[in-house]
């Protein structure tokens, strides 16, 4: 995901979690950029939960390519939709409605203006409203 701050990350940080998980949080693409005269810093930023263990920070410190691998696979997997993304998805359910709509206006015309069964016969014939037999 990512990320803006004004800190520059390291190449990775492990964040122990009272369930006895460590959070490992991997950093690359590591930016410098001027945000209004001011010195920030854009990265993509990957985390991943694991069991904690002794020597977990040597083990990404030494593997970090395979850990970084194995956290971006997971982010890519249960990363929600950016706000682009839902809005170029209701622009497009939009637009597939409206034309939908113009389509319907379109047939609900041609019904109106098609005589039916109904007002033929009304036309031709007034509709019965007493009984035929006479007691």
């Known amino acids: 995901m990512r ?4 800190i520059s990350p390291k190449k990775f940080s492990v964040e122990k979690l009272s369930s006895g998980k460590a959070r490992v949080h991997l950093y690359e693409n590591i930016e410098l950029i001027d945000k209004d005269g001011e010195a920030s810093y854009q990265y993509d930023e990957y985390s991943i939960e694991v069991f904690d263990r002794p020597g977990i920070e040597e083990s990404v410190e030494k593997n970090f390519t395979e850990w970084l691998a194995e956290a971006s696979s997971q982010e890519s997997v249960k990363s929600a939709p950016t706000i ?52």
């Open 84 to 135: 682009e993304d839902r809005l170029t998805a209701i622009e497009a359910k939009n637009e597939k409605l409206t034309e939908e709509n113009a389509l319907l206006k379109t047939k609900i015309a041609t019904i109106e203006q098609t005589p039916t069964l109904k007002t033929e016969l009304a036309i031709k014939e007034p509709i019965i409203s007493e009984p035929i037999i006479k007691k």
């Open 3 to 6: 990320t803006e701050s004004n």
